[in-house]
């Protein structure tokens, strides 16, 4: 029989990766969608796979709905991705961000435990709890002081996840993902600013992007690439937390460079700094060492940063010049 797979926060970036992930390896998906009144499934199109998940309405903030979903999905494995993920927005919707992506993940792990006690068990966990950052390279051991309202509410998702594994004996990993990007990646996160301002550039219908603190440092992996650490996560016989890095960081500067470059365009001529985009508390770098993730899980990412702010201004060429 195929394993039974429940995804919340599906019609995102990494669910969307995901769902692909599981559907190819003969998974029967099952999503956690919330109703809107916009449409957000465009990721999913454009995977093609839309018409092969099977939809179960609900909120990550009610409980109910999320026990309804894991009763109907029978789920031999839960990903919690659903999250309120853009770190900006934290600021001005921070009660929100706490709701979703701290408390609701005690809904979903609650209902596992009196549902489902045999699912496994992934939760999104984020570099972004590291924030004021503790060691030059982040491992499963390094301290957290996170700098957001995002990184604070999933510290409480990270630590109430290895409480459940500890105090009910359940299959419960967290992927302490570094940044993770894709074509598939929502315009209001820096990377997808960049690559679809520098398409927007190249065809003519824009002339500068603003940005903020340009010489913030991230590990930037791919997506696609990250969303097989999840999976291996929940098949290994102990459940455990997992750095998913690439080991190396740039800053925003040097990925403006990579993409403008793509284009043969320099940076320089078109990128205007804007003090409106400077965060009230700043992670200045973020490092991480996924050698544990390297060793158990016999996981790497395989994609450099060039191939993809590549892949990702070729996407937004596209999709610009169809406009």
Same mark, same amino acid.
């Not at 839960?78 to 809904?107: C, E, K, R």
């Not at 998702?157 to 299959?171: A, D, K, M, P, Q």
């Not at 520098?198 to 340009?214: C, T, Y």
């Given at each position: 029989?195929?394993?039974?797979?429940?995804?919340?926060?599906?019609?995102?970036?990494?669910?969307?990766?995901?769902?692909?992930?599981?559907?190819?390896?003969?998974?029967?998906?099952?999503?956690?969608?919330?109703?809107?009144?916009?449409?957000?499934?465009?990721?999913?199109?454009?995977?093609?796979?839309?018409?092969?998940?099977?939809?179960?309405?609900?909120?990550?903030?009610?409980?109910?709905?999320?026990?309804?979903?894991?009763?109907?999905?029978?789920?031999?494995?839960?990903?919690?991705?659903?999250?309120?993920?853009?770190?900006?927005?934290?600021?001005?919707?921070?009660?929100?961000?706490?709701?979703?992506?701290?408390?609701?993940?005690?809904?979903?792990?609650?209902?596992?435990?009196?549902?489902?006690?045999?699912?496994?068990?992934?939760?999104?966990?984020?570099?972004?709890?590291?924030?004021?950052?503790?060691?030059?390279?982040?491992?499963?051991?390094?301290?957290?002081?996170?700098?957001?309202?995002?990184?604070?509410?999933?510290?409480?998702?990270?630590?109430?996840?290895?409480?459940?594994?500890?105090?009910?004996?359940?299959?419960?990993?967290?992927?302490?993902?570094?940044?993770?990007?894709?074509?598939? &990646?929502?315009? %209001?996160?820096?990377?997808?600013?960049?690559?679809? @301002?520098? *398409?927007?550039? $190249? =065809? /003519?219908?824009?002339?500068?992007?603003?940005?903020?603190?340009?010489?913030?440092?991230?590990?930037?992996?791919?997506?696609?690439?990250?969303?097989?650490?999840?999976?291996?996560?929940?098949?290994?016989?102990?459940?455990?937390?997992?750095?998913?890095?690439?080991?190396?960081?740039?800053?925003?500067?040097?990925?403006?460079?990579?993409?403008?470059?793509?284009?043969?365009?320099?940076?320089?001529?078109?990128?205007?700094?804007?003090?409106?985009?400077? &965060?009230?508390? %700043?992670?200045?770098?973020?490092?991480?060492?996924? @050698?544990? *993730?390297?060793? $158990? =899980? /016999?996981?790497?990412?395989?994609?450099?940063?060039?191939?993809?702010?590549?892949?990702?201004?070729?996407?937004?060429?596209?999709?610009?010049?169809?406009?």
């Amino acid at each position: 029989m195929n394993k039974h797979a429940l995804i919340t926060g599906v019609t995102g970036q990494d669910g969307a990766y995901l769902a692909k992930l599981l559907l190819d390896k003969g998974y029967r998906v099952y999503g956690l969608v919330a109703r809107r009144s916009t449409d957000t499934s465009w990721r999913l199109r454009e995977l093609g796979i839309a018409s092969d998940i099977e939809f179960i309405e609900g909120d990550l903030a009610d409980a109910c709905s999320v026990q309804r979903a894991v009763i109907k999905s029978r789920p031999d494995e839960v990903y919690n991705l659903g999250a309120q993920s853009f770190v900006g927005s934290s600021w001005d919707q921070p009660v929100t961000t706490g709701i979703v992506d701290g408390l609701a993940v005690t809904h979903v792990l609650e209902a596992i435990r009196q549902f489902s006690p045999e699912s496994r068990f992934y939760q999104a966990s984020t570099s972004e709890m590291f924030g004021l950052i503790q060691a030059e390279r982040q491992d499963e051991s390094t301290p957290f002081y996170p700098r957001s309202p995002y990184g604070v509410a999933k510290l409480y998702g990270h630590w109430i996840t290895v409480n459940y594994r500890e105090s009910f004996n359940l299959h419960a990993s967290s992927g302490i993902l570094f940044n993770h990007e894709s074509p598939l &990646r929502g315009i %209001e996160f820096v990377t997808r600013k960049v690559t679809d @301002a520098v *398409a927007r550039i $190249k =065809l /003519g219908k824009q002339k500068e992007l603003r940005l903020g603190n340009i010489d913030a440092k991230r590990d930037w992996g791919y997506a696609g690439d990250y969303v097989e650490a999840m999976w291996l996560m929940l098949q290994q016989d102990q459940a455990d937390d997992y750095v998913v890095a690439t080991g190396r960081t740039a800053s925003v500067r040097d990925m403006c460079a990579l993409a403008f470059e793509h284009v043969g365009l320099n940076y320089q001529d078109h990128v205007v700094i804007d003090p409106r985009f400077f &965060r009230p508390a %700043e992670v200045d770098v973020l490092l991480g060492n996924p @050698a544990k *993730a390297q060793r $158990k =899980l /016999g996981w790497s990412a395989r994609t450099t940063l060039a191939e993809l702010v590549a892949m990702m201004v070729e996407a937004d060429l596209r999709r610009v010049s169809k406009e």
